[in-house]
């Protein structure tokens, strides 16, 4: 098929080569120059596993092309929504600019029968109200929804092969034509037996906001109960494990730590809440309230906790932060707790250098006020203290023995549960997990 993909970020560039690996005809449209001049010499813009090779790989087909030109739409059946919803500046609901923006640039492009995909997520009601939009402009033309769940780090196995597929179409009915034309898309994946529902507009909206409202209200559970495991003496990753064996509650997702962060869970759960405002339902939706200030004090307790450790308070020591990415394998900061953490440690008089494989650059441009330094053993060296906030495997593996002879005081905060504290103190640490005694 002829496919555009309109927005090439941390989605967009990652649909659009899977798209063209699954054998598709795609050309990627995005405005910003240097992102498109990366991707069309097939680099990839951000780090993602797996990405550059794919690009590499369909690219030399010739199966893949990048433009800003939004003309380049033409002539394609079906188009993909992929621009980013971010939390509106001051206010808790989600900026639509880029989707509008984005169809509105399509609608001159768009002929009888093509499928406009929205993939971004958005409060639930713009894609009725954006399939009147299109309505009027090309009566022809068609609008589905098909939320997108691919995690950063994984997102391109994600989208080769998804645990399942939602397309929400105007009648909500099996025999629409758009569930054929996505059926044709996703050919491959449903040729493996990936599940796919179809369901109206508005549900299918609502499922991606509603997973990832679980997904944080599961890790904000958790890290509830670190905080009683702190208060009672007991261990929250061992507490995690007893009840993850329950198959009805599953293990995943059970890791008390510094919380959620990223460009998804935090301002989805917010949109979600001023959308359900908005349509007289906010009752519903005011544990999400809970969930989000669980999750903002663990970004606290991380502070004081430091303070602890540190013995005599905060000014003027030397922390060093392990990790700015808000998870391992990605070089995404947005709402990073690590780089929030990082930059109230310094605020308060400490002197704070950050370290990340991936992430330095786009940390730097974030919060230019700390230290950055990309070679590990030379960020730790004179440590009073060290804070392990992004769990990638190099951190997770490193030697307490050779590490305490670079360190001033060998005290370790395991802000993600991930060392094994008898290893860390027998090497003559002082370690405090989250939730851990
Ligand atoms: C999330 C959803 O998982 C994905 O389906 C959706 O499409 C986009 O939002 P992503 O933001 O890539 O994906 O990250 P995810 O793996 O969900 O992690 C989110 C945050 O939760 C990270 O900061 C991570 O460190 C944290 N987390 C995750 C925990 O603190 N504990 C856990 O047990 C799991």
């Keep these: 098929m002829r496919i555009s993909v309109i927005g090439c970020g941390y989605l967009g560039a990652v649909h659009a080569a899977c798209m063209a690996k ?133 997102a391109v196995s994600d989208t080769l092969r998804p645990d399942r597929l939602v397309y929400g179409v105007s009648d909500g009915a099996e025999h629409n034509p758009c569930v054929e034309v996505l059926d044709e898309v996703y050919a491959i994946p449903l040729s493996t037996g990936t599940p796919r529902l179809v369901t109206d507009l508005p549900t299918a909206e609502l499922v991606k906001t509603a997973a990832n409202s679980f997904l944080a209200t599961k890790i904000s559970f958790i890290n509830a109960m670190a905080e009683l495991c702190d208060a009672a003496g007991a261990d929250v990753t061992r507490l995690a494990d007893a009840i ?67 013995g005599d308070g905060l000014l003027g020591k030397r922390i060093t932060v392990l990790g700015a990415a808000f998870k391992p394998e990605s070089d995404d900061v947005r709402d990073s707790p690590a780089l929030s953490i990082a930059a109230q440690l310094q605020l308060q008089g400490a002197v704070v250098t950050v370290t990340d494989p991936k992430a330095l650059d786009n940390a730097a441009r974030r919060f230019p006020e700390l230290q950055y330094v990309q070679d590990v053993d030379l960020a730790l060296e004179k440590a009073d203290a060290v804070l392990l906030l992004t769990e990638w495997t190099e951190y997770k593996e490193l030697d307490p023995h050779l590490l305490a002879k670079s360190v001033s005081a060998p005290r370790i905060l395991d802000g993600r549960n991930v060392l094994d504290p008898a290893k860390w103190r027998s090497a003559g640490w002082q370690y405090r997990g989250l939730g851990r005694p």
């Design 22 to 154: 699954l054998g598709h005809s795609v050309v990627g449209i995005d405005v910003d120059e240097r992102k498109i001049a990366e991707l069309a010499s097939a680099k990839a813009p951000f780090y993602e596993p797996g990405l550059e090779e794919l690009l590499k790989d369909v690219q030399e087909t010739g199966s893949l092309t990048f433009t800003t030109d939004i003309s380049a739409a033409a002539g394609s059946n079906v188009h993909f929504i992929c621009v980013g919803t971010p939390q509106k500046k001051g206010e808790n609901a989600a900026d639509l600019t880029f989707v509008d923006a984005a169809v509105q640039g399509l609608l001159p492009y768009l002929s009888s029968g093509d499928v406009v995909v929205g993939k971004s997520t958005v409060p639930v009601g713009t894609a009725s109200r954006l399939a009147g939009v299109i309505g009027q402009s090309e009566p022809e033309a068609h609008l589905v929804w098909n939320p997108e769940f691919l995690r950063e780090g994984h």
């Design 244 to 310: 993850g064996l329950d198959d009805r509650i599953g293990r995943k997702f059970l890791n008390a730590g510094i919380g959620f962060g990223g460009g998804c869970l935090p301002k989805d759960i917010r949109a979600f809440m001023a959308r359900a405002g908005e349509l007289g339902a906010d009752q519903a939706l005011t544990f999400l309230r809970e969930v989000d200030a669980i999750n903002m004090r663990r970004r606290s307790r991380v502070v004081e906790l430091t303070r602890e450790l540190c």
